[in-house]
């Protein structure tokens, strides 16, 4: 399994407390760990992958998506926006564009 230090942007953090707290981050976490590059590449967000995590007794289908952008050669992994599937499946061309504003500054430092 792969090391990362986690880093949160403020709107995945206020979704993961609302949606499923500690519980729904350790499962996010594992999840990336297992293989930081398992998640799809969003076209258009700047190296943003998503991922599925399951929801309890839901299954993963039904559960959540999750936004991120891992820069292993820092060994960062940036969880910045969570999705619950009943709400929406994917993210909007907008959303797209500042995940990608933001990767990019991310990528400069």
Known sequence: MA???FIELSIFR???DTL???????????EILKDPTKGDIISGAGGVRKIRVAKPKSGKSGGYRVFYLDLPELGQ???M????????????????ALLRAFAKKIKVR
């Open 81 to 96: 926006t969570l999705l619950d599937k009943r709400d929406s499946e994917n993210i909007s061309d907008e959303e797209k």
């Open 20 to 30: 499923g707290g500690v519980e729904l981050l350790e499962a996010i976490q594992t």
């Open 3 to 5: 090391s990362r230090v």
């Open 77 to 79: 992994t940036y969880l």
């Open 14 to 16: 206020i979704k993961v």
